[in-house]
């Protein structure tokens, strides 16, 4: 089983070291490679995602990914920017379905913003699709004026699109997800106002045929917004496209109110996938052993579960953090009254030894 480590910048190579402790710990035939990623691979090799490194990640069963960015090379040329090398990666690898879990750990739903009764027990999986829709439509504003220059212009816009394979695949994914959960999908469109979204709507139905024993409710996004702070725990599986997926997966995430403890996995059609947190590099905790690390170390056991096979390493990763938790062990992030507030090593640690 190959894994691509690309740590990137900020607390990327902070967390995912402690990642990669845990990921030994398990003791399985794992072989590990580490490439530059990002900002750290611009300063390396003058581009964020260099040809070394994204053939490594073709090469891998899965890549385990920190976090890329800095407020530094904010004034580099767009295809230079860190965060290209999330979009040169989901492109090369075909990633087309993001999956965003929203679980809200029982020791911590003070972090909450909602109230605990709301959020306590919460686990909802938001399922993305990333490889359609208005942000890969045609931008035809910007066609004729180079990046950025707008000056004179008296209107510019982008085009929603979606086909139909893409569409069959992302709601397969979400149902087939959602019979390893709840069994239960909510479809959210834009359908009373959008073509692409009455299409969506009746190529989702269209395929759940295939599932009779999965119930699909369909929503319209406005209303799964309002939902998803009312009474978040009526969701199971919501599959959504890719700029309402966008938007929807950053509350979704802040229900649980701890950015450091949510992982995320991008998926192509064979099964291979790119694993990070859904936080970013955090510039300003970098280098301080702050950062919480349970958030990647979450997305590797994703990663055994989904692109390695081995469910049973991801559920002995899952249950090490739940009892570091029960524990009281926390980073700053997530510290409350009574709690030993920890460092990123020592977070790893804990984990290592409840694993053991
Ligand atoms: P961020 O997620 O990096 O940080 C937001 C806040 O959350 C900060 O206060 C940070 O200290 C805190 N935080 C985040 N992760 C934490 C952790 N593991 N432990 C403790 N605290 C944590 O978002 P931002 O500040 O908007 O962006 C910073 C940089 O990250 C930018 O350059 C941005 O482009 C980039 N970014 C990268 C990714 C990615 O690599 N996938 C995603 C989002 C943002």
């Known amino acids: 089983m190959k894994i691509a480590i690309l740590p990137g910048d900020g607390i990327g190579p902070e967390i995912v070291a402690e990642a990669v ?41 899965a890549v385990l990914f920190g976090a890329v960015g800095d407020w530094k090379f904010d004034t580099l040329p767009r295809p230079l920017r860190p965060e290209q090398a999330i979009l040169g990666l989901r492109q090369a690898l075909g990633l087309f379905a993001n999956f965003r879990p929203a679980i809200c750990y029982p020791q911590l739903t003070h972090a909450s913003s909602l109230k605990p009764e709301l959020v306590a027990g919460l686990d909802i999986l938001i399922i993305r699709e990333l490889t359609g829709d208005i942000y890969f439509g045609q931008p035809r504003g910007r066609r004729s004026a180079p990046d950025g220059a707008f000056a004179g212009a008296e209107e510019a816009f982008d085009t929603m699109r979606y086909s139909r394979p893409e569409i069959e695949r992302i709601a397969r994914v979400a149902f087939e997800a959602a019979r390893q959960r709840r069994g239960k999908v909510t479809s959210v469109d834009k359908a009373n106002v959008l073509e692409t979204f009455q299409f969506w709507k009746d190529i989702v139905t269209e395929v759940h045929r295939d599932y009779p024993d999965v119930e699909l409710e369909h929503m319209y ?11 978040p725990k009526k969701f199971d599986v ?49 280098g301080k052993g702050i950062a919480n690390p349970l958030a990647t170390i979450l997305s590797a056991a994703m990663m055994l579960r989904f692109s390695l096979q081995q469910p049973e390493a991801a559920e002995r990763i899952e249950a090490a953090v739940q009892k570091v ?13 009574g709690c030993t507030i920890v460092g990123t090593a020592a977070m790893g640690d804990a984990v290592v030894r409840a694993l053991r």
Do not use: C, W
Not at 221 to 231: E, G, I, S, T
Not at 245 to 273: F, K, V, W
């Open 21 to 61: 402790k845990v990921l030994r710990a398990l003791a399985l035939p794992l072989e590990m490679e580490t490439a530059p990623v990002g900002g750290a691979a611009y300063e390396a090799a003058g581009h964020p995602l260099p040809e070394a490194t994204l053939r490594l990640a073709q090469q891998a069963d």
């Open 221 to 231: 996004v406005d209303n799964a917004a309002m939902q998803l702070v009312k009474a």
């Open 238 to 286: 919501v599959v959504t496209g890719n700029m309402f997926g966008d938007i929807l997966s950053d509350e979704a995430a802040m229900l649980t109110g701890s950015i450091g403890m949510l992982p995320s996995a991008s998926l192509n059609e064979r099964g291979q996938g790119l694993y990070e947190p859904s936080h970013g590099s955090a510039p300003d905790i970098a």
């Open 325 to 337: 938790l029960a524990d009281g062990l926390r980073t700053a992030d997530i510290a409350s009254e």
